[in-house]
């Protein structure tokens, strides 16, 4: 396999569960970039959020590309360049935020340095073992390295377009739910469960393979050259994009069903082994 770039999603992928980039993982990694390869981090997290793993990974020296807000944005992080982008339109996206106040769920949305929410001490969520009862929104702004900014009304106030609409709850709720919350904006959004406690709306057509086929097929990467990474249902189209579409061991069934190897877990240090069998 002439392997020209691998894309790793990030969460419960590139990451071990305490969120952190292993020593092993990052030498495989850096290691492949000294080869000439390419490395995409493709993820649900909004661009902002994504920008440390760039100094960790070096790939600021290799053009390294962040496909964020599970596809609808692509920044080149050595040029600074945007290389694509799709947001909902505005009228979309206040549909679905008016749509949401009837569902027991928790709105985030994000412009620039800020998120903005209905109510900042609103997000406590039960996700049991092992990450217990904790605030999924400041959870969501620290991670994203984001401001908190409180708006009664979000569907209202949203003026500009968004990348991806991102809906918390509690996971039972949502595998209940999620239909109904979906179903009068299917002829125009994608949908996706990024974690069971989180569903991500993004514009229609919009996933992580879109983004690769739009941006990495220029330069000359086809879908034979990539090696990708991932644990979640919105890594799908991601492994079956790629010419070696590797699961996590810790990833979900249907993910591991469609990949084309199944590695380690993220605790594990999955992507060091897997890199060191495939390249």
């Known amino acids: 396999m002439n392997v020209k770039a691998i894309v ?9 569960d305490e ?7 990052r030498e495989a990694l850096i290691n492949a970039q000294q080869q000439g390869i390419k490395v995409v981090l493709a993820s649900g997290r909004p661009t902002p959020g994504m920008l440390k793993y760039v100094e960790e990974l070096q790939m600021d020296r290799y053009n390294g590309l962040l496909v964020s807000y599970n596809g609808a944005h692509v920044y080149d992080v050595t040029a600074e360049k945007e290389l694509f982008s799709q947001p909902l339109s505005v009228n979309t996206s206040q549909h679905i935020l008016e749509h949401l106040k009837q569902f027991d769920v928790l709105p985030m949305i994000a412009k620039d340095e800020y998120m903005y929410v209905n109510n900042v001490f609103n997000g406590m969520l039960d996700l049991g073992e092992p990450m217990g009862i904790f605030n999924i929104i400041e959870y969501e702004s620290r991670g994203g390295n984001f401001q908190l900014c409180e708006k009664e009304d979000l569907a209202a106030f949203v003026d500009f377009p968004l990348h991806k609409i991102l809906v918390a709850a509690q996971p039972e709720y ?4 999620w239909k109904k919350i979906i179903a009068p904006f299917e002829a125009k959004v ?5 974690a069971p406690m989180y569903f991500e709306f993004t514009d229609k057509g919009i996933d992580k393979a879109n983004a690769l086929d739009k941006t990495l097929t220029p330069l000359g990467i086809e879908r034979e050259h990539i090696i990708s990474f991932g644990d979640g249902h919105n890594d799908l189209s991601l492994i079956e ?11 979900v069934d249907e993910l591991k069903n469609s990949a084309d190897k199944i590695t380690l877990t993220n605790n594990e240090d999955g992507i060091a ?4 069998e495939l390249l």
């Open 8 to 16: 790793l999603d990030i969460d419960g992928t590139l990451l071990n």
């Open 19 to 25: 969120k952190k980039l292993t020593e092993k993982t």
């Open 174 to 177: 949502l595998n209940e739910h």
């Open 190 to 194: 994608s949908g996706v469960f990024s």
């Open 241 to 251: 994009y790629a010419g070696m579409g590797v699961a996590m061991g810790n990833a």
């Open 273 to 276: 082994k897997a890199l060191a």
